[in-house]
């Protein structure tokens, strides 16, 4: 077969598997669907039936791209086997079982409104008792949390009580658990299913029948499976019970590409689950990556190295891969230099990816970027910062403060009461909102307007109208003090922990507090400038630089990837209230991890600076090693890191040797003075990454001025001139510079 001779002995060493249960870990970019489409055909010229075959993969745009993939590369007339997502053969088992009377028929719930209908309904009954908690409960928010616990609930296959005793629900979500029960009378009243149901009830049903499980068992040969550190509790079990005891199981996946343990995941599923399921398996290593060079697989061995649950692998880089370059920088100017070399080489934005631990560190680079005009898109059009309810209530207090006559606004007073949340109905706020902005007083004691509100919902709301008043009176101060004062007054720390249906989503809303602070810093005395960039209406723009979070970026890759927020409590994520398990850290790393390895050519990595500490993972990646050795491996003649004399000083001596070691090549390191990491070295890489840049630089476009330092200060600092607009890109050495420029 013609696809065989083109793969690595490692992807033919999987795809030629013999006899019994295997373990495929892929490293990013390892080529892993073309290795496991060799895998099925290789398995069909055997003359496996195609009907024995099963593979499943984790979603449909995967499933859809393995189709094609194998339709391409299969003998024309050659019938394929079946390639499924865990979500469609649950559904053809439910079928399968309804049809047999072993499960009742029911309707899948298919729209978002639907489901939210019934878990409204699941929310007011577990309420019956407590009818004061019903506003609060049945926000959006609320009930969006309540269906991923459900969901999670049957992902893991567990007890609703234990389950929520386990996990980090927030202190308003007492009554998921009576919740959940509710639900799933009401699906089996109104004869409905979720789709979590596809799953759990056909398991339920076999796994309490062993006559049901004869039927269903013995149809299959070998079943290959994508992402197998992806899958939970429910689908590992429905695996193990289709599999029997016949059929050979390929799992191929990354363990530390886990990222998602708060849906269900676990990277011991990988590790040591599969072997207690499924018995004794043949490992096998896809460790070359064709993505990106060695700088950046020397950093993703480094940054890994400190997890215990992991493979004992490395990821190298092929050798026709491209050079990948590595920098560290700084906030939204770093942000703006990088975009504007990227500029400089005749690269598009499209090609460019920022990633972010979590939307809120995306706000500062939001604003940048719509302060220059640089186009973006988002990955959820719904987290464009001016569409954020809370951003939009923020710049309405401060548009108040300087616009008094909105006080006799009902619509803005309401959007000023209703954020952050006070527990209450938002028709109940509209309508005190209307009297206020008719009558510009507080409603005495005993009006019928407050019946039924709690004493603490009207000191909340009567406070909350004080400071309305009050803030016209504080105009004058700058924005970011106004601020500082409204979220105070309207103790929105507080409010927002409290809302949170869980404790991760009302950090990242207070932590998007403290960026929205530190931005209006940054504008001085201007408030309307800082209430007009917070209102500038903008739309994705298939030209500009994509922004998404780190989850949302898994399986992709871009040539450029900057990787912003990396700050201690940010990346990794934790606080005081929150403080890092090992486990949670570990989890972390596995998504620094996932977030370095998309890029391809450049890798950026971002802190804040500051206040900001930068994130202990910047120095885990030994990034300036791995820039010295791939500079050496690749015989880049720049300066010292060029040369191949004497040895190479590095911070892992053990880790780069086994690195060398695998792909063959030889080269004196020596451990290295920790004190001396942060040298010369680093700037000579940074001159050289400038000198590139000056020597691609497309000058029809922009301009570049040197501007030298002073003498006791030997610096040059190179700036990019464009649409009137002038941008430091770097300061170096002379020489620094001049190395880069000669390379």
Known sequence: MSLIRQ???????????????????????????????????????????????????????????????????????????????????????????????????????????????????????????????????????????????????????????????????GEETGHFVAAFDHAERLLAEQGLMTFADLLYRPLLALEADARLRGRVQGFLDHV?????????????????????????????????????????????????????????????????????????????????????????????????????????????????????????????????????????????????????????????EDRFVFRLPLVEALAGYLRLAIEPRRLQDPGHLTMLLSQPTPFVARERIHALAKRLAETQRWPERHDPLL?????????????????????????????????????????????????????????????????????????GNDTQAFIELLSRPVENRDDGVLISTVHGAKGLEWPLVLVAGTNEEDFPHYTRDNPLTPERLEEERRLFYVAITRARERLVLLHDGGDHRPSRFIAETAWQDGQRVALRLDGTPAGEVGEAKGPLAVSDPDLVRRYLTALGHSMPVVAADPAAQAGPADSRAEGFRVGQALRHAVFGEGQISVVEGDPDNPVIEVHFHQAGRRRLIARLAPIELLEGINA
């Open 7 to 169: 793969l690595t002995p490692e992807q033919r060493a999987v795809v030629t598997h013999q006899r019994g249960h295997a373990r495929v870990a892929a490293v990013a970019g390892a080529g892993k669907t073309t290795t496991m489409v060799a895998r099925v055909l290789h398995l069909l010229a055997q003359g496996v039936p195609p009907p024995r075959i099963l593979v499943l993969m984790f979603n449909r745009s995967a499933r859809e791209d393995f189709q094609a993939r194998l339709a391409e590369m299969a003998p024309a007339g050659q019938a394929l086997p079946d390639v499924r997502t865990f979500h469609s053969l649950g559904h053809r088992l439910t079928a399968s079982l309804t049809r047999w009377g072993a499960l009742a028929p029911r309707q899948l719930l298919t729209a978002d409104w639907q489901l939210e209908r019934l878990l409204r309904q699941a929310t007011l009954a577990a309420l019956a008792e407590v009818p004061e908690a019903r506003e609060s409960a049945l926000e959006a928010e609320r009930l969006e949390a309540l269906a991923h616990f459900c969901g999670l609930v049957k992902a893991e296959m567990a007890s609703p009580a234990e389950l929520h005793r386990q996990l980090d629900f």
């Open 224 to 380: 290959v499976i994508d992402e197998y550190q992806d899958i939970n509790t429910a689908q590992q079990r429905l695996l193990a019970l289709l599999a029997g005891c016949d059929a050979e199981v390929m799992a191929v996946g990354d363990a530390n590409q886990c990222i998602y343990e708060w849906r269900g995941a676990h990277p011991d599923t990988m590790l040591e689950n599969f072997t207690a399921t499924f018995g004794a398996a043949h490992d096998y290593p896809l460790s070359t990556t064709f993505r990106h060079g060695h700088a950046l697989a020397l950093i993703a061995n480094h940054a890994i190295a400190a997890n215990r649950r992991r493979p004992d692998q490395l990821c190298l880089a092929a050798p026709d891969n491209p050079a990948t370059a590595l920098s560290v920088g700084q906030g939204s100017q770093g942000v703006l230099a990088e975009l504007d070399g990227w500029h400089l080489r005749g690269r598009g934005l499209d090609e460019a990816c920022l990633l972010v631990r979590s939307w809120a560190l995306s706000v500062p680079l939001q604003l940048a970027l719509l302060r220059e005009g640089i186009p973006f898109r988002l990955a959820r």
């Open 451 to 523: 019946d039924g509100l709690k004493p603490h919902q009207q000191r909340t709301l009567k406070k909350r109208w004080a400071l309305l008043c009050e803030l016209p009176r504080r105009a004058s101060w700058p924005p970011a003090r106004l601020l500082e004062y409204v979220v105070e007054a309207v103790e929105a720390e507080k409010v927002l922990k409290r809302a949170a249906a869980r404790r991760d989503k009302g950090e990242e809303d207070v932590r998007l507090l403290d960026v929205l602070i530190e931005q209006a810093g940054e504008l």
